[in-house]
């Protein structure tokens, strides 16, 4: 009849609508594979690559495959098999060019295709040096930086533009006026990875001439050093660079003092502004900066903390995650602080030696507007990762397991640390939902041996916003935490619970043993306030523990056992929604007081482990 003709129609209607929104959702970034034969020298942490970029003169990005530039445009596949063709590709004169594609200055992870047609291609070589000119120089060896240049007329001959010690050469580009410009790390002779600013100094090239005579910046970039910092202390190196469209150009370097530190210049790199810590916290990697199609600043890094030493040993760490954020007001304001690379080994036991996890990111973007970030160190772990821009900006999140932990960090570090290496286990863990064996909750307990479990997860970036958790305290539980975090800790590393922005230990709740319980946090950083609301009770509320210029981007689950416990904590389900996504601009004064207080709070309990 015509009545369920009318509901037919209406449930048709509301399906394809479904349908459509879900054809429209944002892909989550995805991870692109590249064969085992072949080999990025060069790259940090003996990476794997034949992933390649080519800057165009009109800020534009081309993909190749370094190994086999003309066999046609750089198609890879993701962890299903699904083939992703990567445009465009290299421009056709390029192509058709017999001098630039015998010439090897496409031998790179990437280049620069000028304005006059003339491939740029910096790269830094090794110089050996014996003993006695070694301790001569106050450097183990020479990395030198070299530029390789090619067009259509001819090939130039390979140039030494600086000698010293390169520690290192993560981008560079041809500016707007023209100018080539390569910052990068320098080794200082004779100098230790101690503080006050340790062994390194960030450097300025450039080159007003395509490449054929080259200048140095009288600004030396340093950074301070701390002491009983887990890790060694290189100081302010490995830049990455962008001109703002109002002028200046913005550099950020790696450090080791908790911030990625920031300089500018507004005389097209001539000369730089001291350098100063940023608002981006970090534990030790190197940033990169690009400049999307869209007009966005987009920024990648580790937004982690280090972990603690264990017994005064060193523990290499920090880099589990990458992160990223987009700025579509020249800077002032940040989206997203979202995990777009998480890596994959992060419960194995770690390699005995040399760089792992998911640092060093060089940027680009497609001709359809999708990020492109190629990261990571050790074997299997540098690759490209595929990023669909809206993702990144989403106010929404959810996780109920349904994926596994594939969004979540629970191992733990434990035993002694030797030589940096410190073993990994798996902590909180899935089993069966207690109402419903078909889904799963997550356990998190103090396991015999072990550290107390951990668990962290990452959602879209909220300088205001709620977050609701559904869980459950078995009866006998000893005990467990919940915080919100503004960036990455280690899920054991008590520095999460210590310096968290908002922190609730579940024993000061009223909670009824063996029932599910809702726990929403509404919080509101203008006003340094978080409410917390139990089900149908009246909310209590928390005060910032420790201030963030960013946002809440975090939230730990951890138990505060101290002998064995089986029971700990259950949780079937996060679901987050931000109603304000940006984190505000901020005064250079804000970002010096913010560092204060970390120097303060944070710098003491180094030297205490």
Known sequence: DEEDFAMLTRFTIMFLLTLAVQSQAAEPPQMLFQGEGIHD????GGARTAFAIMRLPDGRFAFYDRYAPAKGPLSLPDAEGKIHTLLPHLPEEILASETIMESGVLNNTQVVLSRDGQIKSLRVQNESLDKESAQ???LPRYLNTWIDRAGPAGASKPLMTWRGYNGSLMEYQELSTG???VPHGSLIPHSRAAPP????ETVIQYSDDGGKSWKLSESRLIAPCYPGFNGSNEGACEPAFEELKDGPIWMMMRTTAGFLYESFSSDRGTTWSPARASRFNTSTGPPNIMRHSNGWLVVCWNNCEMPARAEGEGVYGGRDALHIAVSDDE???????REIYLDHRRNDNPAKNGDRGTAYPLGACTSDGHIVVLAGQGKGGRNPILIDPEWIVETTASTDFTEGLKQWSTYSHHG???????ARAAGAALIDHPDDKTRKCLHVRKQPELPADGATWNFPNGW??????????????QGSSIALNDRMFDPTNDFGEELAV????LSDLNLTPDQWHTLRFDWDLSNRLCSLKIDDQQPVELRVRHPTLNGLSYVRFRSTAKETDPRGLLVEQVTVKITDPFAPACSAQEQRAHEQRYVKQVVPSWKEL
């Not at 800077?331 to 602080?337: A, D, I, P, S, V």
């Not at 002694?416 to 410190?422: D, L």
């Open 41 to 44: 020298a060069e790259a940090a």
């Open 136 to 138: 001569k120089a106050g």
């Open 179 to 181: 100018r080539l410009l």
């Open 197 to 200: 600013t340790g062994r390194h």
């Open 331 to 337: 800077g002032k304001t940040w989206r997203g602080f």
């Open 416 to 422: 002694p640390a030797r030589r940096w290496w410190r």
């Open 464 to 477: 205001k916003g709620s977050l609701e958790a559904r869980i459950k305290v078995p009866s006998g539980s």
């Open 502 to 505: 908002f922190r609730v230990s």
